[in-house]
């Protein structure tokens, strides 16, 4: 199925006001966004159109009952100038994937990644080609249809909107292991990209950025004894020279970052081990010295090293290595995003 | 604190054209909504406009992160055309709760309580007077502010808004107890009136639609060895002579309904117990016959009762009673509601 995407230019653009080299993570936002509607029982055409306001009665099931779901992508140019994307099928699929869950209609693989790369080439001018920069790109799916019932919506919207950004996170990531407060329950939501996942951990985050930490390190809600999640990001710990992560369950999400650096260290030879991770564990390494990396991954941050930890009133600090684990597998995987090394695997999409 | 409300009237009433004899669930709205905005560190004063579409941002944090949540309230008329409200100040101090555990600010009780006074006499014409029938009122709050950085929103709104309303269920409800998913985690935001945790509850009931049954009966995640919830509401199981709820956790929602349910109980020497309801105690219940009652407790159904229960591949059906714990407690809240009998423990609020 081919869709034809009508498409309404902006008047006036607005690149000429943003300072590309001065970019914060996500609040810029590009001349255009892609609209879908979900109406009838079916998909209608996506449009094109500038970026603007949405309208939705007061009742909008968006409002009341969390029915919305997104994704994280980016898109980058190469020396070249051609726009490259990373695995944007494993995107769309996990879109799907919380669409189900959530019981929000699942848009056809080949509409959302028509309708993406026209919007890239619409909003072409857009895409950052400094170093570090990227277009993040937020697909998103909403209840938009009406009603007080608490039952799933007869329409849904799937809207696409980019923003210019540079790097996510810096500085030390200093980070609580949780004890009390949990982001997903077994036979929940966590795996899927669900809003209410989010708002879930703002309140147990904001508890931990008042004890001095940037961070929170989800654990299971039945025993708070395995490390399952960093923040909105999969978890990595080096104990020596092996890296070990969660596997993936209902309650941990199956990032694509996780998975292609799980990759990309069989590539590099790197231990790996995907298993459940104790607190226990990890705190008898800090204390014995053999731990040696924490990171988080995720398409925002990419890899986002952790340096040091808080557990049980106790801080440990982790070490400070010359070549990290997570230094080579960012650099790995940003060269084969942007078109610096070669792509074994066929990650990259060129538009 | 007094704010001053601004109000700007319809110019023509949609009423002529609704059937009050006629009412869908929260499907038909009244002339008018009140929206206060949250903005620069504080709530400005609310205003009552004609009901109408929302225009939002794109980035707004509603569709991405969740930060929304509601409550459920009802306005009735008694015989002499006097507005009443029962317990609103409850629906205040929970939605405020909620509002914590969800990082949005919370609203002083003054300014919520004059808002929705003010709104009810502006549509005093959409509250009904048929038996039955009461003018559903849907408070709720969410981030409006803008950015796809996965932080608590700078901006927030409360809106209220009200629905002229029949019975919220009818005919035979036959729940199945759910083994696999689950609603809430420990340590998570099952107690607060969150979108997310509605979203979360509909892929598990449309399998059990699926299967033949009308709900869900929410087990704890962990072992799902006991009963939490029915469907979106608190739920009350009789053995023999006495009536069983589980106690609030964080898991569980602190019903109005429900607490009120067990007060009535007390006041006509039902016996009660809160305490941790097993599925294996129901199920050898309903075998031995000594299960006489099921049933939901909330805002918008009141009292559900429940007809039939599956588990493990089995049905089981529940008796009909000539007069059941479920309709002498429908009866006495409803009494005290709609100004039928006294109010011994002052829930009725007149306007």
């Known amino acids: 199925m081919s869709a034809t995407i009508e498409i309404t230019r902006i008047e006036k653009s607005k690149i000429a006001s943003v300072d590309f080299n001065n970019l914060p993570f996500g609040s ?42 997104f994704e994280g992508m980016k898109a980058y140019k190469d020396a070249k ?72 919506a007869d329409e849904y919207k799937l809207m696409i909107c ?7 996170f810096a500085g ?8 009390k407060y949990a982001r997903a329950a077994n036979g929940g939501v966590g795996f899927a990209k669900a809003g209410g996942n989010y708002a879930a951990q703002f309140y147990p985050t904001q508890l931990a950025i008042e004890k001095g930490y940037n961070q929170v390190i989800w654990t299971d809600d039945n025993t708070h004894e395995y490390i399952e999640e960093a923040g909105a990001m999969n978890i990595f710990v080096r104990i020596n020279d092996t890296l070990l992560t969660s596997p993936t369950n209902d309650r941990i999400l199956d990032g694509i970052t996780r998975k292609s ?5 069989e590539d590099l ?57 997570a230094s080579i597998l960012k650099k790995a995987i940003t060269d084969i ?9 066929g990650w990259r999409v060129q538009l």
């Open 28 to 69: 810029v936002f590009s001349d255009h966004m892609l609209t879908c509607t979900y109406k009838n029982g079916k998909w209608e055409s996506p449009v094109i159109v500038p970026y603007a306001p949405i309208a939705l009665d007061p009742s909008a099931k968006i409002f009341h009952y969390g029915q919305s779901i």
């Open 269 to 325: 030879d790197i231990a790996v081990e995907v298993r459940k991770i104790s607190v226990a564990e990890v705190v008898i390494a800090a204390q014995s010295g053999t731990l040696k990396e924490m990171f988080g991954t995720g398409t925002a941050a990419v890899i986002s090293p952790i340096t040091g930890f808080g557990f049980q009133e106790k801080d440990y600090e982790l070490p400070t290595l010359e070549m990290p684990f």
């Open 162 to 168: 980019t923003a210019p950004s540079g790097a996510y």
């Open 81 to 152: 100038g051609n726009t490259l994307l990373f695995r944007p099928l494993e995107n769309c699929k996990r879109l799907n994937k919380s669409a189900e869950r959530l019981v929000i209609p699942q848009i056809p693989e080949d509409v959302f990644m028509q309708g993406l790369k026209e919007l890239l080439k619409v909003d072409d001018a857009w895409i950052p080609t400094n170093e570090g920069s990227s277009l993040y790109i937020r697909p998103f799916m909403f209840a938009s249809g009406n009603g007080f019932h608490a039952s799933p």
């Open 261 to 265: 650096i799980l990759q990309l260290a």
């Open 337 to 345: 995003q942007t078109n610096k090394s070669e792509d074994l695997h």
């Open 172 to 179: 030390k990531v200093n980070v609580l292991i949780e004890e």
